[in-house]
């Protein structure tokens, strides 16, 4: 054989082998990051406690009155949270920061019965320990089948025969929720109607093996009273049926999807399957209300001067000023100067030197990678470099929020340091680097705004003129004009 063609055979093997190589690389990377993971977050379930799983003195009357059109409020739903002994402690710090007992309704379910010398904290949402499920098939081999017990706290939900229930949501213990954003979502649709709600992935690596239809169960997702209770007449024998699949938000889907009850997704909720720093997700979050957010432990903390519990505080802190607003992303330009300005509500300011297009400025930047394979991409929206140091904006975050009346609000943002630092050289960000302090007023983001289209709301710099004070932006929310659009001169 002439060598030349001794080499083209050889190439037409190397090439597909070392496609092949990378390829089962990639994905041994991902199945051993998986079974890492997976062991991270999952827990051992203890052998000693014996449930009575008797359904017998349980009632089904909490269906809800048919014609009932009362808006539909916090005390319609029950959340049902995934916890287990061993993450809980851990986790209880975040779930307490939206719990609010006697007002939020449900349980978090956990493997075992808590020591018998602890007392349940009031702070806390009251538990309810699982039933046994060791008789349940589980075959997925790199999960583990605590899976099953997860996706039964619908069903023991249900039958505990609560009344006046409307939706049942599932979330995990590292789920933090925005309970009345969540409403206000719900609030959109026919409670007495079969839904399903909550949304995909942002790693499409993590759709494409558990399904861009399940609605994941760490961001969470709510399920309608009567699609509840057609669920639950199948839900054991689904658990079976579907044993293979790994988690319990898949085993839900296969069997919601029996039902033939489609995902109605809403980008409010959010899994968080991102690694690294969440920030740019936030800061430019989609026009919806915030209503989860997800591995609240596995991401860098929201705010770089504050640790995770104390950052997720202050958003919530935010949030409880106007809950709809809370990171909802308002663009204006300062014409004087040339900036453009990208507010995201009770979170982060951002500056940069120059007239950016609306369209470039509602990407989010890409501050994190996927959450398998740790790439740069791919996600379900438009990521926009951090690469490009000319790119960089300069960066505020929430220093405080008060009321100033009408539930008017006006919030502060201070510059921080070293937040995607090292921006490129030159003029441009020399004036920019001079504001300290961002000033924002805004109006109450009522729970109509969210009934109409959605479009971002406008904004405007007020101290534009030349002899403003430079190292303060003033801002001011509003709603848009007609004919009003984030159009460069
Ligand atoms: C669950 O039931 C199985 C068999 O019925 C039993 O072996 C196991 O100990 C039980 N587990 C718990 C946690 O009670
Ligand atoms: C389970 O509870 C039911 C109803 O309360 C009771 O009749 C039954 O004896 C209990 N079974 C066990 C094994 O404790
Ligand atoms: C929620 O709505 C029901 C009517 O469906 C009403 O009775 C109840 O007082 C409301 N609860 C809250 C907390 O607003
Ligand atoms: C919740 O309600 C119960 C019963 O009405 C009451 O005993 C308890 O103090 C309340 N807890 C809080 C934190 O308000
Ligand atoms: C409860 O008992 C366990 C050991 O049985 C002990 O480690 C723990 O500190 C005790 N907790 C309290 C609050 O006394
Ligand atoms: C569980 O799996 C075993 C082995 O594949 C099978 O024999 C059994 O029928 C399954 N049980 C159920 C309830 O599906
Ligand atoms: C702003 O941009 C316009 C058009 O590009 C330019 O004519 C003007 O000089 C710029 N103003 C400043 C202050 O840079
Ligand atoms: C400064 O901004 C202008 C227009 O906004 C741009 O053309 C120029 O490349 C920028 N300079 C640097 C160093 O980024
Ligand atoms: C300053 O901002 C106000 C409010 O948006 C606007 O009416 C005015 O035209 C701006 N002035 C300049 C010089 O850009």
Not at 19 to 46: A, E, P, Q, W
């Amino acid at each position: 054989m002439p060598s030349s063609t001794v080499i083209h055979h050889l190439k037409s093997w190397i090439i597909p082998l070392s496609l092949f190589l990378k390829i089962s690389l990639t994905l041994s990377t991902f199945l051993l990051l998986l079974v890492f993971f997976h062991k991270v977050h999952l827990y051992n379930r203890t052998p000693e406690f014996n449930f009575n799983h008797s359904v017998q003195h349980y009632t089904t009357t909490a269906a809800p009155v048919v014609g009932d059109r009362e808006p539909t409020n916090i005390s319609h739903i029950l959340f049902g949270l995934g916890g287990s002994a061993k993450t809980w402690p851990k986790r209880r710090p975040y779930v307490e920061l939206y719990w609010q007992p006697n007002v939020t309704r449900g349980f978090v379910w956990m493997d075992q019965k808590p020591p018998e010398n602890e007392t349940w904290p009031q702070t806390s949402p009251p538990y309810k320990v699982s039933a046994n499920t060791s008789s349940f098939n589980y075959t997925c081999w790199y999960g583990d089948p605590s899976a099953v017990r997860l996706t039964r706290i619908v069903k023991e939900s249900f039958e505990l025969g609560l009344k006046n229930v409307r939706w049942f949501v599932m979330g995990d213990d590292d789920t933090l929720f925005f309970p009345e954003n969540l409403v206000t979502v719900l609030n959109k649709y026919d409670h007495n109607d079969l839904y399903y709600i909550g949304t995909d992935s942002e790693s499409v690596e993590q759709d494409v093996i558990f399904s861009y239809k399940n609605a994941f169960g760490g961001g969470g997702y709510a399920i309608s009273y009567p699609l509840a209770e057609e669920l639950v007449k199948i839900l054991d024998g689904c658990i079976n049926r579907y044993a293979q699949l790994y988690g319990g938000d898949q085993k839900i889907q296969a069997c919601v999807s029996e039902i033939g009850v489609q995902t109605t997704k809403e980008r409010g909720f959010h899994q968080v399957d991102i690694r690294g720093s969440s920030y740019g997700l936030l800061a430019a979050h989609p026009v919806a209300p915030l209503v989860s957010l997800h591995h609240v432990e596995a991401v860098d903390q929201l705010f770089p001067s504050l640790n995770r519990v104390e950052s997720y505080r202050k958003l919530v802190t935010a949030y409880k000023m106007d809950p709809g607003r809370i990171s909802q992303q308002s663009i204006c330009y300062d014409l004087q100067r040339n900036w453009s300005i990208s507010v995201s509500w009770g979170y982060s300011v951002q500056l940069y030197p120059s007239l950016m297009m609306a369209k470039e400025l509602e990407k989010v930047l890409g501050t994190f990678q996927t959450w398998a394979s740790w790439s740069d991409e791919p996600f379900v929206f438009d990521v926009r470099s951090v690469s490009d140091p000319c790119g960089r904006p300069v960066v505020y975050f929430l220093d405080r929020v008060e009321s100033v009346g009408n539930g008017d609000t006006r919030s502060t943002y201070i510059r921080y340091g070293d937040v995607l630092e090292k921006k490129c050289d030159g003029e441009n960000y020399t004036a920019t680097m001079r504001v300290d302090l961002v000033v924002v007023t805004a109006p109450q983001f009522t729970r109509d705004l969210w009934n109409k289209a959605p479009r971002r709301q406008c904004c405007e710099v007020m101290n534009n003129k030349s002899d403003a004070v430079e190292s303060t932006v003033e801002i001011k929310i509003r709603g848009c004009h007609r004919f009003e659009s984030l159009t460069p001169p």
